[in-house]
C-alpha cells in the first residue's frame, strides 16, 4: 500500500513538473516578446514591433514572426527592416541558463528601405551609429534577458552563441538622393556569420544586433553604389570617404564587412 502511495506520488511530481515545463515553455515566447519590443527601440533609437514568438523547449526551437524595425527621426518611410518569419533552433537546455547557446537563425526574403544617400546620410547608417551609440550602456542593462530581473542587485547579462546566421533572398527598396536621384529595388546577396560569440565569454544581444545591423547596412550600401550606373568619376572621393566614415562610425561590430565595401568602392571607381 505505502509503495503505490509512494508511486502515485511521484507519479504527480512528474506531471505537475511537465505542467511547470509546458507553461514557462509557453510564456517564454511572450516574455522575450516583450523584452525585444521594450529593448530594441532604446537600441536603435526606432520603433520596433514584433507580431509573435513562438519558443518549444521541447523541439529546441523558435520562431520570431511579423517583425518591423521603424525608421530614424527624419526619414519619411515607416520603417527600415522587416521580414515575416526568422527560423531558430538552440539547445533547448540551455535558455535558462546563463548562455543560451543557438545552433542556427535562418531569415528568407527579409524587406529593407534604403533612403537617403549610399555614399553619406542615410537610415540605415543612421541606426547603425545609434546602435553603435547605445551598445555600451544597453550591454549592462541586461537588455537581453529573456525574463525581467528582479529587485535587487544586477545580475550579469545574459549571453549567447549563435553558430550560423544566415540572412538570404534579402531585398532593397531604394530611395537614393544625393549625387544620383532615383528609386531602386535590388535583390541583397545572402549575408552569412558564423561562429560568434563561442567560448565561455559569449555575446551580448546587443553586440549581435551590432554585427547583424552592420553587415546588413555594409552589404545594401555596397550593392545600391555597385548598381548605380550613372554614379561619374566625380563621386570618387565622396564614396572613398564614405567608406571611411563607415569603418570608423563601425569599429565596433562591421568588420570584414566594411573591408569588403572599401574594396568595392575602390574597385568600382578605379581605385
Known sequence: MKIKIILGFLVLLVVLLLVAVLVVGTHLGD????GMERFGPKLTQTTLTVDKVNLSLFA???????LVLGNPEGYKALQSICFSNAAISLAPGSVLSDK??????????????FEGNPLGANNLTKIMANVNAMSGPVDQATTNAPVASPAG???PAKKLEVDDFLITG?????NLTGLVNKEVTLTLPDIHLTDLGRGNAGITAADLTQKVLSQITVTTVMTLVQNVSNLGKGAAKAAQDAANGLLQNSSNGVGE???KLK???GGLLGH
Open 31 to 34: 516574455l522575450v516578446k516583450s
Open 60 to 66: 529546441g526551437s523558435a520562431g520570431v514572426k511579423g
Open 100 to 113: 543560451i547557446v543557438i545552433h542556427s537563425i535562418e531569415v528568407r526574403a527579409p524587406e529593407i528601405t
Open 153 to 155: 542587485p544586477k545580475k
Open 170 to 174: 534579402a531585398i532593397v527598396h531604394a
Open 257 to 259: 564587412g566594411v573591408d
Open 263 to 265: 574594396k568595392g568602392l
